[in-house]
């Protein structure tokens, strides 16, 4: 993303075109970041109407609180806390109203969410296919218990890539509070996994 110095000075002339009233200048700053903002929420909400939602929602707010960036930390990194807190928000409400069934409506009736990702590999063995099937079961059961919190930082860590300073920096706490978040997360996950590691 804004790891070249040549792309962080485009960004950085991009951003204050668009705190200008640039409407190309926002619209490459969408373009810069659609994609990861929209696969941050899929991974987090693992629902797609709620990540279009919280997609929308975020440029909506960094739209109207642009003026309000004075790159006090990358632009990737105020994109990303705003998205997890939108995330957050929408997992918290979910908790309220009990957690979303896992079962969507397919052709051939009710159908599990996660039956409709495909594992070429696992295939070809039907006793791997069910392992598989058995621990992806475990895992999204785990993820769902663990607290908003737990879960944005586990998720984050694991299947984001990112480092425990940018986390912290996304959820607007500590490193250090980022990494006992991420080590509940791990320890709950690890009492789940237990037969299966």
């Known amino acids: 993303m804004a790891q070249k110095t040549g792309f962080q000075t485009d960004e950085k002339a991009l951003i204050r075109a668009a705190q200008e009233g640039d409407q190309d200048a926002f619209g490459q700053l969408v ?47 105020w994109l990303y806390r705003i998205v997890t807190n939108l995330c957050l928000d929408h997992m918290r409400k979910r908790k309220v109203r009990k957690e979303e069934s896992s079962q969507v409506e397919g052709s051939d009736g009710p159908v599990d969410r996660m039956d409709t990702v495909q594992e070429s590999r696992a295939e070809s063995d039907p006793q791997r296919s069910m392992f598989a099937g058995e ?15 737990e879960r944005m930082v586990f998720e984050l860590r694991h299947y984001q890539g990112l480092k425990l300073r940018n986390i912290g920096e996304i959820l607007g706490t500590t490193e250090e509070a980022a990494k006992n978040c991420l080590f509940r997360a791990t320890q709950k996950m690890r009492v789940a996994l237990g037969d299966f590691v």
């Open 31 to 77: 373009r810069v970041y659609d994609q990861s903002v929209l696969r941050l929420a899929m991974n987090l909400l693992r629902s797609p109407d709620d990540a279009q939602d919280v997609y929308q929602e975020a440029f909506l707010r960094v739209y109207r609180n642009l003026n309000s960036f004075r790159f006090d930390c990358s632009f990737h990194t």
């Open 135 to 149: 621990l992806r079961e475990r895992i999204e059961k785990t993820l769902g218990e663990l607290t908003p919190r």
